[in-house]
């Protein structure tokens, strides 16, 4: 199992499903597999500053979804 290189992007899967949006659609946006995006929400890999654009220009969400950090 890889190791996590960050913290899973809870605040994005909310606003992912939230918007309908699924793991396929954000790949096909992004140009990666479905497996690469779910690695990257679940902390295993980093999404690229021009990833995080299209996905936030794309369904209108706020891009500090991707610096904000849950706290239990």
Request: one cysteine or more; glycine letters at 6%.
């Amino acid at each position: 199992m890889k190791k996590k290189v960050h913290a899973p992007y809870v605040t994005l899967k909310r606003a992912l499903a939230g918007a309908g949006v699924t793991y396929k659609m954000v790949a096909e946006l992004i140009g990666v597999s479905e497996t690469t995006v779910q690695l990257k929400i679940n902390g295993y890999s980093d999404f690229y500053i021009s990833e995080q654009r299209k996905i936030c220009e794309k369904w209108g969400i706020d891009p500090a979804v991707f610096f904000e950090e849950e706290v239990a």
